[in-house]
Structures are given as structure tokens and as C-alpha cells.
């Protein structure tokens, strides 16, 4: 439970400085979505130690390009349709997912 509030909390951090920087007209989309990629990187450590990294990609290299590709893109879109989202416009949404959390 406390990883998914961890997430939450940094798709909200997201979307606000997102807002920040359309506010400054910056458009960067990709690059804001950097640290994510770099914190994933992380998880290939453990299988590039053991040795297993590399025939793990060499027999489906196809579709972890696929894979990847898929999500670089949703990435792209989701980071660009916060820049034209509002949220601080929408606290009772908010509120009203904390009353359906809760009960």
C-alpha cells in the first residue's frame, strides 16, 4: 500500500510541474519523464550481476523494443496532456477520491 501511495504521489508531482513548466513555456515531455527511466534502470542491475540480462534480451529483444517503444510514447502523451490539465481547478476530485478511499 505505502508503494502505491509512493506512486501517487510522484504522478502528482507530475502533473504539477508540468503545469509549472507550460506556465514558463517550456516543452519538454520526454526529458521530464528522465528520472523515471532512470530509477527502471536500476531494477536491470540485479540481472546484468548474475549474468542474466543478456540472454534475457537476446532471445525477445523484439519485444522489449516494442515493449519500450509503447511506453515511451504513453509517457510522451500522458506527461503532454497534463500540460493542458489544471489540476489545482479540480480539488473536489480530491476530495471525493479520498470519501471512496476511505469508506
Do not use: C
Not at 29 to 40: D, E, K
Amino acid at each position: 500500500m505505502l508503494l502505491g501511495q509512493f506512486l501517487s504521489l510522484l504522478l502528482t508531482a507530475t502533473g504539477v510541474f508540468s503545469q509549472l513548466l507550460a506556465g514558463l513555456n517550456v516543452n519538454a515531455p520526454t526529458t521530464q519523464s528522465f528520472l523515471n527511466y532512470l530509477l527502471l534502470s536500476f531494477y536491470s542491475i540485479p540481472l546484468i550481476v548474475r549474468g542474466s540480462f543478456l540472454t534475457i534480451v537476446r532471445e525477445r529483444w523484439m519485444f522489449y523494443l516494442l515493449l519500450a517503444l509503447v511506453d515511451v510514447e504513453a509517457n510522451f502523451l500522458v506527461v503532454k496532456a497534463y500540460q493542458y490539465t489544471d489540476i489545482t481547478r479540480y480539488p473536489h476530485v480530491l476530495a471525493s477520491s479520498m470519501v471512496i478511499y476511505l469508506s
